[in-house]
């Protein structure tokens, strides 16, 4: 009796393990090229809570979303990664929570990668120009 009650509980604590070790889920919707190469994964993305005073574009919506043990220390990494694809020079969190709702639930991150600087030099040169009417 005894050795079934140690399997049970050595299941039971080792499925919850799985559970929290889970990856986050990461999307990242462009916004505009940044006109950057992308970074390694493991670039250095500063992480930024307010938007900068500086001149920036935002290039892109990175969010994710860890399981319901996450937090923000879990999911950020992948957000950071997954920034770093897009060449972004910063990440600006825009929210970062707990969250439980009928399409969700876990560890939120909703942040918009950024590169410092107005133009954007991939566009430059890019306007279409009409051809002349002819009559």
Avoid: W
């Avoid at 499925?15 to 006109?35: D, I």
């Avoid at 639930?105 to 990668?113: D, F, L, P, R």
Wanted: charged share 20%; net charge neutral.
């Amino acid at each position: 009796m005894r050795t079934a009650i140690i399997i049970i509980v050595s299941f039971t604590v080792g499925g919850c393990a799985h559970v929290a070790s889970l990856p986050p889920q990461v999307t990242l919707s462009e916004l505009e090229p940044s006109g950057r190469a992308a970074k390694p994964p493991d670039c250095t993305m500063p992480v930024l809570r307010h938007e900068p005073l500086r001149d920036f574009r935002k290039v892109a919506i990175v969010e994710a979303l860890g399981n319901v043990y996450a937090s923000e220390a879990d999911v950020l990494p992948a957000v950071q990664r997954k920034a770093c694809e897009t060449g972004a020079d910063a990440i600006v969190i825009l929210a970062s929570k707990a969250q439980t709702s009928e399409s969700a639930t876990g560890y939120y991150i909703n942040s918009v990668a950024i590169v410092y600087g107005k133009e954007n030099p991939a566009a430059a040169g890019t306007a279409y120009k009409l051809p002349p009417i002819s009559q």
